[in-house]
């Protein structure tokens, strides 16, 4: 009996693995996208939570919103950038530069005024820029 419930665990796994087959045009890559422009509340109150609204603008039909990268640089301070992926398996992409809005949630739990800079593109340069925007806190 054990040799038997043996062969058949041995045969399911193998199965459950050899059916896993990786598309070839399944290549991507990550990018991030630039912020048209952004929706904050004038003030925060510590301890809730806000939804922050973006619009973001998708270059082309191969590429997809995945999330956001917010990196904390201070206590209050914020980094904010739309990640996108880009797949690029037969590289026939149509440009579309289509608007579109997604949203954050966000936690306010210091009293000092939040600095969020969000991710606009590059220069000339190849510098990053950002839309910088201050939210004071207020404590009731």
Do not use: H
């Amino acid at each position: 009996m054990k040799r038997a419930l043996c062969f058949f665990l041995i045969v399911l796994t193998t199965i459950t693995f050899s059916s896993c087959d990786v598309d070839d045009n399944s290549d991507f890559y990550y990018v991030s996208l630039p912020i048209e422009s952004v929706a904050l509340p004038e003030s925060f109150e510590v301890n809730k939570t806000y939804q922050i609204n973006v619009t973001y603008k998708r270059p082309n039909d191969c590429t997809y919103f995945e999330g956001f990268d917010v990196a904390k640089l201070d206590t209050t301070v914020r980094d904010v950038v739309v990640v996108g992926s880009t797949f690029s398996g037969d590289g026939n992409c149509a440009e579309i530069s289509e608007e579109i809005n997604v949203s954050f949630n966000f936690l306010v739990l210091y009293t000092d005024t939040y600095v969020f800079r969000f991710w606009t593109g590059e220069n000339e340069n190849g510098e990053s820029e950002y839309l910088e925007i201050e939210v004071p806190v207020t404590t009731e």
